[in-house]
């Protein structure tokens, strides 16, 4: 695996019109994603993590300002013509959206959404591309695939819908797959198996994916790296398997304190003070410092910038240097 950036995301700023006024929405989203690297961003409703995602494809509202530097393979999206950023999205990168019901066409036949797709995306014609969509198909899990095919949406239940727009995805042989939230709308059982249909495919044709979560568990499950997101600013990224032991902004580790372990019913459920803002809702300073523990004056002038800290980098004045079972399991 290349250690190249595929997805280069450095500095991205994003305004949009709020109430008739230009807001600051994301203020600075960093990351990189080399070649067949899975990476996650994380945070709560409203961090702006979808939008920074949407930001990758240029599917953002009208009138949408972007600032910084996002590059595809050394490309500049922000600069692609619209011929070159229809290809780029038909060839090079898919999505996985987190409702399936909202991104297809419900009086068309699942056949002929998937065939549409391949022949816009590769080319692909007839009897070939049928053969090619059953083939992905069968391979995300659907095994009466020609049945499936010729039936609509609203016939097929929220697991299998998903299956279908995974297929989707997979049928343009993208180089990387940005998956929101794919399994939000499903249930537990169904979830699983979904992440499993996403690596196992993602594993088999060496794609980079962007996957786009709430759930700090999971993220480490299924990526190599995972990068915090808050009040539309990335402000902890580290590997994967360090999460647990290395977190060191406030807000990672009270996101880890307030997940429940698992088989201890007696044990204190934690949540975070005070709610959660959105991106322009964010003060001057850190916009964690009002729920933040360390807060201090420093935290409310100025706002931190990312910078290294153990294995991975944190936007904290005043991050955690040790673990999580050095100071207690607190937040």
């Known amino acids: 695996m290349s250690s190249s950036p595929l997805l280069q995301i450095d500095a991205l700023r ?27 961003l994380v945070g709560e409703s409203g961090s702006g993590k979808s939008l920074t995602a949407r930001s990758v494809l240029r599917l953002l509202p009208p009138g949408a300002g972007v600032h910084g530097d996002l590059l595809f393979a050394g490309e500049s999206v922000p600069g692609m013509s619209p011929e070159r950023l229809r290809q780029f999205r038909g ?32 080319g692909v014609r007839g009897s070939e591309a049928v053969a090619r969509v059953t083939k992905i198909l069968r391979e995300v899990g659907i095994g009466d695939a020609e049945r499936r095919m010729r039936q609509r949406p609203h016939e097929l239940s929220g697991g299998l819908l998903q299956r279908v727009m995974i297929a989707a995805a997979l049928a343009a042989e993208p180089r990387l797959l940005l998956a929101d939230e794919p399994t939000t709308a499903l249930d537990v059982t169904t979830q699983e198996e979904v992440m499993a249909i996403i690596g196992e495919a993602r594993e088999a044709r ?12 999971l993220a480490a499950a299924v990526c190599d790296r995972v990068v915090v997101m808050y009040a539309g600013t990335t402000v902890e990224e580290l590997p994967a398997d360090r999460l647990r032991e290395s977190a060191a902004h406030p807000y990672t580790r009270a996101l880890l304190a307030s997940r429940p372990p698992v088989g ?43 910078r290294p800290v153990g294995v991975g980098t944190a936007a904290c004045h005043f991050p955690y240097t040790r673990s999580p079972e050095e100071v207690g399991g607190h937040a």
């Open 91 to 122: 060839a090079d990168v898919a999505m996985v959206f987190q409702d399936p019901r909202a991104h297809v066409n419900p009086a068309r036949s699942v056949g002929d959404f998937l065939v549409e797709g391949l022949t816009t995306a590769r």
């Open 14 to 40: 994003l305004d949009l019109p709020v109430d008739g006024a230009m807001r600051t929405v994301v203020h600075r989203a960093d990351l990189s994603i080399p070649e067949g690297a899975a990476v996650a």
């Open 264 to 306: 201890d019913r007696e044990a204190e459920l934690r949540s975070i003070a005070g709610r959660p803002l959105s991106g322009f809702e964010a003060p001057a300073g850190c916009a964690f410092g009002d729920r933040c523990s360390r807060v201090r004056d420093l935290c409310r002038d100025e706002r931190p910038s990312q």
């Open 206 to 217: 060496g794609l980079a994916m962007l996957f786009i979560t709430h759930d700090l568990e």
